[in-house]
């Protein structure tokens, strides 16, 4: 892992944000593409946030980058550029959480601070046989207690490395190595040969069944996006859309969406559908094709014309999936009879 052996909070900091939710696997490129965009907690504290997103698109989870950005800007502002080494300033930072400050504080600066996230929770539950779940906020808080017990007051970032690394490759939640494990010996569940036991398996969230309409309007090789706002993608970029309640029809809610949005449109219904889940949202999509019967307007934040094949913005998962039917609707677009202008 190229953030292991560093002892650079920056860097630190910067794999913990992309390690929570994401795979090592999947986040390590985006790690290094991240450091070589933005190399240094200055760097990130003076690009737009539209730069910052970008970089992070494909991750998912982007208010981690948003919170980061933040940070960055408040470290940059307030403290001279230099990650805070104490619990109480780098704590109070935007997205910092106990986990995240635990990380950085051990292995960058040796503070004697615990880490919880699920691998450790594993390892944790299995080593003393304890039926908890860290997802369960009761039981986390006990795996908070046991974790910070065991801490030792020398090298802690390396014990709390350890710990994660552990439970990343050794214990890990399905076929555990247990033949090839060092804390074999001290492990309760291992003893009691009942190592699948631990953890209890967490509560399962029902998934949720979403309809959604998007309108695809395509000219010159680019596809009209707006940018998403609200909690969870606020910031991005995808073809107009809308989420239709249940009965709802998709075209009239298209089009009071363009209206609203500047952009009078004729819309026709391509018969295509997208399947698209996030996390427990199972989404299905109706593809509209649109014709705008109007200039969309100048200057607008929300409104934008989006490069199909090298978006220069940060789309979507779901505005991604649409790649091929924008693709397709620009061809349709190129190949349709232009209507000549009449010369007065
Ligand atoms: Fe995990 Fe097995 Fe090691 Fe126990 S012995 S900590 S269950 S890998």
């Known amino acids: 892992m190229p953030w292991r052996g560093s002892k650079d909070p920056y860097r630190i900091w910067l794999s913990e944000v992309m390690l929570q939710q994401t795979q090592v696997a999947t986040a390590t490129p985006y790690y290094r593409a991240f450091l070589h965009r933005f190399p240094d907690l200055d760097a990130l504290a003076r690009a737009p946030i539209d730069d910052v997103l970008h970089a992070w698109a494909g991750l998912g989870y982007y208010r981690r980058a948003r919170m980061l950005h933040a940070a960055a800007q408040v470290v940059a502002r307030e403290h001279g550029g230099r990650v805070p080494d104490t619990a109480e300033v780098f704590g109070a930072l935007p997205g910092v959480g106990r986990y995240t400050m635990g990380a950085v504080l051990s292995i960058g600066y040796g503070r004697p601070l615990a880490v919880l996230d699920g691998n450790v929770a594993r390892v944790l539950s299995r080593l003393e046989a304890l039926p908890l779940a860290v997802k369960r906020p009761a039981d986390a808080r006990v795996l908070w207690t046991r974790a910070a017990a065991l801490v030792p007051a020398r090298d802690p970032g390396d014990w709390n490395q350890a710990l994660m690394e552990l439970g990343a490759l ?15 010996r001290w492990c309760a569940a291992f003893a009691r040969g009942a190592v699948a036991a631990f953890p209890p398996a967490p509560p399962k969230r029902a998934s949720e069944r979403v309809r959604r309409a998007v309108a695809l309007i395509a000219r010159a090789g680019r596809v009209l996006m707006t940018r ?10 995808e073809p107009p859309g809308v989420e239709l309640a249940d009965g709802m029809a998709a ?7 363009l209206r609203a949005l500047g952009l009078p449109a004729r819309l026709a219904a391509s018969g295509e559908r997208v399947r698209h889940t996030i996390t427990h949202r199972r989404i299905e999509v109706e593809v509209w094709r649109g014709t705008l019967t109007d200039a969309p307007p100048r200057g607008s934040k929300r409104v934008r014309w989006v490069s ?30 232009r209507t000549r202008r009449r010369v007065r």
């Not at 998403?228 to 970029?237: M, Q």
């Not at 075209?251 to 969406?257: D, G, H, I, R």
């Not at 940060?314 to 991604?320: C, F, I, S």
């Open 170 to 184: 050794v214990c890990t939640p399905r076929a555990p190595r247990c033949d090839a494990c060092p804390a074999r």
């Open 228 to 237: 998403r706002e609200g909690a969870l993608l606020d910031g991005l970029w």
């Open 251 to 257: 075209k009239p809610a298209l089009v009071a969406l």
């Open 308 to 337: 199909a094949k090298s978006p220069e913005v940060a789309v979507t998962a779901l505005g991604r999936r649409l790649g091929p039917f924008a693709l397709a609707a620009i061809r349709r677009a190129e190949s349709a009879p």
